[in-house]
């Protein structure tokens, strides 16, 4: 993950921002979270969440209980000094996200990550103010969330990003999701980005398509916030499919575009929706994905023609 917590980070970023906005109408949203107990590990695409087999720097989180028992590294429990730095920390990236020129921020409060281990009982077992009950355990949280959203301009939106379940048992209940995030709220937060788990390595997840999608839809109403959904959502009709039936605001697509990144753009040509932006530099391809688009639909209602079954008359008997 890239990061932004210094002057030539936010020059770098800006860069990328203002071409952006230069070459075509996207937005821009700057993401920040800390990553806790799941800090100083190996890369994604080798061993994810495993600690660097050198070179571990010191890792901090809610309650010093390791990622994976006896193979992470014991994280220290965050001291309220500890906690006035890292809001610090926040703000001051919050201010080099503006200054760089991004149109919304993100505060990444799922996964099990730093600000999501205070939130959750399996990894939250403070005796302080910050643990406990969820009005406790979600304090934290919620000081860096007012801080960073006194720093960012009014006028653009802010976000946060939540784990509603842990899928374990002794985790996040359903009352402590809607009182964390009416909270949230009530703190100025915009958009609800719904994700789940990834809290603890013994979790149990229910997968299935738009799995998590039931959460977004419950938070939306609820707390009367918009929520955007994310997860196994990989197809142009699932998406419509969800904003359709208001199970969300917004859908989040990370993998399909991994997989796909011209995902949105041949959706467009599906659908045959002119209005969607291209970069100059594609026109000829849209007119091409466009013509493409009308035969496979042609050729898609005509499968489903041939694919019925022959009707059968069922003649009464004499």
């Known amino acids: ?5 210094n002057e030539a980070q936010a020059a770098a970023f800006k860069r990328i921002v203002d071409f952006c906005h230069a070459n075509s109408k996207a937005k821009m949203c700057m993401q920040l979270g800390h990553s806790g107990r799941k800090g ?5 695409w080798e061993r994810m969440d495993y600690p660097l087999e050198k070179g571990n720097w010191p890792i901090v989180s809610a309650s010093a209980i390791p990622y994976y028992e006896g193979v992470s590294q014991v994280p220290l429990e965050l001291d309220r000094k500890g906690m006035e730095k890292i809001v610090a920390d926040f703000v001051r990236s919050t201010r080099y996200a503006e200054q760089a020129g991004f149109d919304m921020l993100e505060i990444h409060m799922a996964h099990g ?5 205070f939130i959750s009982p399996l990894t939250n077992k403070r005796t302080d103010p910050y643990g406990g009950s969820i009005e406790n355990r979600m304090r934290f949280p919620l000081e860096v969330f007012r801080e960073c959203r006194a720093a960012w301009p009014k006028h653009k939106p802010m976000s946060a990003r939540i784990s509603a379940t842990d899928w374990a048992p002794g985790g996040l209940s359903g009352t402590d999701l809607i009182t964390f995030t009416r909270a949230l709220k009530d703190a100025g937060c ?27 839809d419950w938070v939306r109403n609820e707390v009367g916030i918009a929520t955007m959904t994310v997860g196994a959502v990989t197809t142009p009709d699932q998406v419509n499919t969800l904003l359709a039936a208001g199970k969300a605001d917004l859908v989040a697509l990370a993998r399909p575009h991994l997989a796909n990144p011209y995902f949105t753009l041949q959706a467009s040509a599906w659908y045959q929706h002119t209005n969607q932006f291209w970069p100059l530099q594609y026109l000829t391809g849209r007119d091409q994905a466009f013509r493409n688009a009308v035969r496979e639909r042609a050729d898609a209602i005509d499968l489903r023609i041939k694919a019925r079954p022959d009707s059968h008359e069922v003649k009464k008997a004499a």
């Open 40 to 44: 100083s590990t190996q890369l994604g």
């Open 190 to 216: 915009d958009l609800i980005d719904v994700s789940t788990g990834q809290t603890v390595p013994h979790q149990r997840p229910v997968y299935g398509r738009m799995y998590q999608a039931s959460y977004a």
């Open 113 to 117: 990550y730093l600000l999501a281990s």
């Open 1 to 5: 993950d890239t990061g932004l917590w």
